[in-house]
């Protein structure tokens, strides 16, 4: 027997959506199945989706709510810092200002009396003042700018240690410091604590 050449076949155009289906399967059949196929494939992506999508939420609600704590946990630190410049920029400022303010005798008096005040001495008390600030009060004759009576209980004297316009008030139960930078500092720490 002689086998024939097999005969080719000659297609005016290229054929699309071919699909071969075995003999005797109905390719209704088939299609339903891709369909049904296609179905549980699209339902699977969108629960994988889903469920991606809700850990990327909690994810992201995560990372919200942390930095939501490290605003919370960062502002009193930040106010503080801030409260804190503002003291320090005032303060810098005050001294500057006080350190222009012109040194007179009534300045000098008002800081003895202030001194004074606070010594609550009635016995002798010994005066510090920086040399200009005690040959200012000697040169105007000032006693009558303080207290009643204080001219026969204090002794002046001039000291290095005395910043013009304070004083050091010395008794024989302790020490007034009237200076100015004494009291910059104690107002600076009163401000700060």
Do not use: Y
């Not at 889903?50 to 990372?63: H, P, T």
């Not at 920029?89 to 350190?99: D, Y």
């Not at 002046?156 to 050091?168: D, I, Y």
């Amino acid at each position: 027997m002689t086998s024939a050449a097999p005969e080719t076949l000659r297609l005016s155009r290229p054929l699309r959506a071919l699909r071969f289906v075995p003999a005797g399967i109905d390719p209704q059949l088939v299609a339903d199945r891709e369909q049904a196929a296609f179905e549980r494939g699209r339902i699977e992506g969108e629960r994988a989706l889903g469920a991606q999508l809700l850990q990327q939420r909690a994810e992201l609600i995560e990372i919200q709510n942390g930095i939501f704590q490290s605003l919370r946990d960062a502002l009193p630190t930040t106010i503080h810092d801030c409260e804190t410049s503002l003291v320090t920029l005032a303060f810098e400022v005050a001294q500057k200002l006080v350190a222009d303010l012109p040194i007179t005798a009534d300045t000098v008096a008002a800081t003895i009396r202030e001194a004074l005040d606070q010594a609550q001495e009635a016995g002798e008390c010994w005066v510090q003042l920086h040399p200009d600030d005690l040959a200012l009060v000697e040169r105007l004759n000032t006693p009558q700018a303080l207290p009643n009576g204080a001219t026969e209980r204090l002794h002046f004297e001039a000291s290095p240690a005395v910043t013009r316009g304070g004083c050091l008030v010395k008794t024989r139960f302790g020490l007034v410091d009237a200076r100015r930078e004494t009291k910059l500092d104690l107002l600076k720490k009163s401000l700060l604590s």
